[in-house]
């Protein structure tokens, strides 16, 4: 979302810092979709299984490079996947992560699934003076 209270300087900084940032995998996984959506830029879609035998899909927005775009392609755990960016409709740059449990519909009609709070599943801290996430599983 949008910054406030941050000085202009301050934000053009760390939206440097943060726009040369890799996006990397959260889970394993195979790419069922890497292109452009209207509202999201960039996107990659990676579908994931656990061991109980869940399917999870991983929506990464807004990147400013894919590294990957032939679907079918596995992924590792903590492989670089993109670039952090500011595609699609935004204020700034950052990545907008969308977990879906057990989905049900295409990859692009993910919005419309089982939308899980990444927060949720996943360990969080926030760095509050770099502006970051740091999701740990």
């Excluded at 040369?20 to 209207?38: E, H, K, M, R, Y």
């Excluded at 509202?39 to 590294?67: C, P, Q």
């Excluded at 989905?103 to 003076?129: E, H, L």
Aim: glycine share 8%; with cysteine; charged share 20%.
């Amino acid at each position: 979302g949008c910054w406030a209270g941050i000085s202009e300087a301050k934000k053009r900084e760390q939206n440097f810092k943060r726009a040369n940032t890799d996006i990397c995998s959260c889970l394993p996984g195979t790419l069922v979709f890497a292109d452009w959506i209207l509202n999201s830029g960039n996107t990659i879609i990676i579908d994931s299984h656990d061991l109980e035998g869940n399917k999870w899909r991983f929506v990464y927005a807004h990147l400013s490079a894919m590294y990957f775009v032939d679907i079918d392609t596995p992924i590792e755990e903590g492989q670089a996947i993109g670039r952090m960016g500011n595609s699609g409709m935004q204020c700034d740059e950052h990545l907008h992560l969308t977990v879906v449990k057990n989905p049900k519909y295409s990859p692009v009609d993910c919005y419309q699934d089982n939308v899980i709070d990444p927060m949720d599943i996943f360990g969080k801290t926030f760095n509050q003076s770099e502006g970051v996430w740091e999701l740990t599983i």
